[in-house]
């Protein structure tokens, strides 16, 4: 009987300890990975767009579009300024990812160990799981806010290039169309995973 209490206030302190596992570290992991890929191609854009080049833009190359279907200056302003808005969302997105990894790391040296994803170090580290979702989620919802203004700037670079929306040309539609249908649905699923975890 006394073993079988033991036993049932372990399970109970167990489970009442806020813990992490090594797939945070991995979900950790794969954040700072893409958003470093995306955050390496908004810097290379905003390093080589010159949207005052006049071969920056086709439309001049096309006898099909008049002068009012060039893309205005705003366009071009709102090109950098969405892109440098990506810039900036995924870039917080992986410092507090990368802050949260390294407070989890610490807290295994103090204490215990973290596993690395490939069934090394399996011991589990006591942390706070309210912060753990709250930094989680932060670092979600900064993705998100990037990838929205990532794709609000191919809108306004796919303008230049090939024409603004309001002239309805053929392949300003055929490349802003899959910008506007795949990366809403993509985020609509993610964010609705990201709560399921963040409410579980």
Do not use: W
Not at 22 to 41: E, K, Q, R, W, Y
Not at 62 to 71: D, F, Q, V
Not at 85 to 107: E, G, H, M, R
Not at 110 to 115: A, E
């Amino acid at each position: 009987m006394s073993d079988i209490r033991n036993d049932n206030k372990q399970s109970s302190s167990s489970s009442s300890s806020p813990t992490t596992t090594p797939i945070h570290i991995m979900a950790l992991d794969g954040i700072v990975n893409v958003n470093s890929l995306f955050t390496m191609a908004l810097f290379l854009g905003i390093v080589n767009a010159d949207p005052t080049d006049p071969n920056y833009t086709l439309v001049h190359n096309s006898n099909t579009h008049s002068s009012s279907c060039l893309a205005r200056s705003q366009v071009a302003e709102s090109l950098i300024v969405f892109h440098v808005y990506s810039f900036s969302s995924f870039l917080f997105s992986s410092l507090v990812a990368l802050a949260l990894k390294q407070a989890i790391k610490f807290t295994a040296t103090n204490g215990g160990d973290v596993g690395d994803g490939r069934g090394r170090g399996l011991a589990v580290v006591h942390v706070n799981t309210v912060l753990l979702r709250l930094a989680i989620f932060a670092c979600a919802g900064g993705s998100v806010c990037g990838c929205v203004f990532l794709m609000l700037a191919l809108v306004n670079l796919v303008q230049i290039k090939l024409g603004v929306l309001a002239c309805r040309g053929f392949y300003t539609l055929t490349a802003c169309i899959p910008l506007f249908v795949l990366i809403p649905v993509a985020l609509v699923f993610y964010v609705c995973i990201v709560l399921h975890a963040f409410t579980a």
